[in-house]
Structures are given as structure tokens and as C-alpha cells.
């Protein structure tokens, strides 16, 4: 079965304790992405990339470091979480050029 | 700076009616893309409309795109229950190399009852 999955799916933490989102995806996509949404917000893109070895900003990258060393994976570093980025996250993965993501089932994190 | 703005923000029907949002956008696209996300899960594809097409029909879907308006409308005929979810439009921001970088607008949250 295709599927994008996303650990954990719930998080509290406190401010300034290092923390990884995983995504994995089995679909071979060459494309992968995280977003962050918020109330009233939409969705707005942290980091993309479009192939291993290869990552670019989206609109806000700030606070949010990424790594695409295999196909597979593309995990969402916080060095020093926030209040401010408490939110619901998702990865998303396509293939290139094809524009079509699918989306995993989201994080939810809480900085306190 | 979110690209792409739906309206209206929320839309109430009953079921079997027609449902319209619309999308407007700022600078020049290769595509735009509608998505549809249900209370807090992930987004599901639902189309994708290219710039150089000015409409197009997936099932009880159809989507046009006016670029000279920089807007797209999504229209939901014969709504059903199961259609109540929160609808995204989503653009990339034009040119050869954006096409994997993607904007999506605040949302349209539909409610349809029985």
C-alpha cells in the first residue's frame, strides 16, 4: 500500500529541547516536503526537495533545518524549539514534475 | 505571503446542492491544484488545472482557471454529507524551476447537511 507516514503524530516537548520529525514514503517519489499549518493560515511550505542531496526553502524555513540522504526519508529537525512553532505538520511527497502530493496524516506538536 | 485565497472562508449547504468556492492569486502559474482536507487529517488531491487550460471536470468536480483574473473557481455539484472538509487551492509560483515549491491558500471549510 502507498503511504506517507509521519512519527511521532503527537508531541508536546519544552522550549529549547532538540527534536526529529520523520517521514518515510514507499511510493519511490523524487519529491518531498514539509509544511506547517495554523489556524487561519492554510498551509504554508517549510522546506522542499527534489531529490536526494537536494533541499530548498519554502516560506518559512526559519527555526527548521532538513536532510534528504536517501529517497525514502526526509526528517524535520527543530535545534531549538519555540512556542511559535507549535503546530500541525505535514510531510508531503511527488513525483517530479508532476506537481500531484500526497499528503502523510500530519503532527501535531506542542512547544510549551 | 500565501499565494493563493479562497472565498468564501466557510460555505453551509444541503446535501444535493451545488457547492462554489473560488481562488484568487497573485503572480503568474504553471498550475493550480485544489485539495481537500478532512477536521485535521492530511490533504487528498483532488485536480490539477494547468495555465494553459481554462477548465476542467473530475467527477461531480469541475474546476475552471481564468488567468487574465489570476482566479479558479471549484464547483461540487450534487453535494453530499461526506463532502463536509476544509478545500485548499495550492500554486506554484511560475516559471521553470518553482514547480516544487508550492503555496496554498487559507482554506474554504464546507459543511453539507442531510
Known amino acids: 500500500e502507498a503511504q506517507v507516514t509521519q512519527n511521532p503524530r503527537y508531541l508536546i516537548t519544552v522550549t529549547g529541547k532538540k527534536l526529529t520529525v520523520t517521514c518515510s514514503q514507499n511510493m519511490n517519489h523524487e519529491y518531498m516536503s514539509w509544511y506547517r499549518q495554523d489556524p487561519g493560515l492554510g498551509l504554508r511550505q517549510i522546506y522542499y526537495s527534489m531529490n536526494v542531496e537536494v533541499t530548498d526553502k519554502g516560506d518559512v524555513p526559519e527555526g527548521y533545518k532538513v536532510s534528504r540522504k536517501e529517497k525514502r526519508n526526509f526528517p524535520l529537525i527543530l535545534e531549538s524549539p519555540s512556542p511559535n512553532q507549535t503546530s500541525l505538520y505535514f510531510c508531503a511527497t511527488g513525483r517530479a514534475y508532476y506537481n500531484e502530493q500526497f499528503f502523510g496524516p500530519g503532527t501535531r506538536l506542542t512547544v510549551l | 505571503s500565501q499565494q493563493g485565497e479562497e472565498d468564501p472562508q466557510a460555505l453551509s449547504i444541503q446535501e444535493g446542492e451545488n457547492a462554489t468556492m473560488n481562488c484568487s492569486y497573485k503572480t503568474s502559474i504553471n498550475n493550480l491544484q485544489w485539495y481537500r482536507q478532512n477536521s485535521g487529517r492530511g490533504l487528498v488531491h483532488l485536480i490539477l488545472?494547468?495555465?494553459?487550460?481554462r477548465e476542467k471536470h473530475s467527477g461531480r468536480l469541475r474546476v475552471t482557471l481564468d488567468t487574465s483574473k489570476k482566479s479558479s473557481s471549484l464547483l461540487i455539484t450534487a453535494s453530499r454529507a461526506a463532502d463536509t472538509a476544509s478545500y485548499f487551492c495550492?500554486?506554484?509560483?511560475?516559471?521553470?524551476?518553482?514547480?516544487?515549491?508550492?503555496?496554498f491558500g487559507a482554506g474554504t471549510q464546507v459543511v453539507v447537511t442531510p
Open positions: 488545472i494547468r495555465s494553459n487550460e
Open positions: 495550492a500554486t506554484d509560483a511560475g516559471g521553470t524551476d518553482s514547480w516544487g515549491k508550492l503555496q
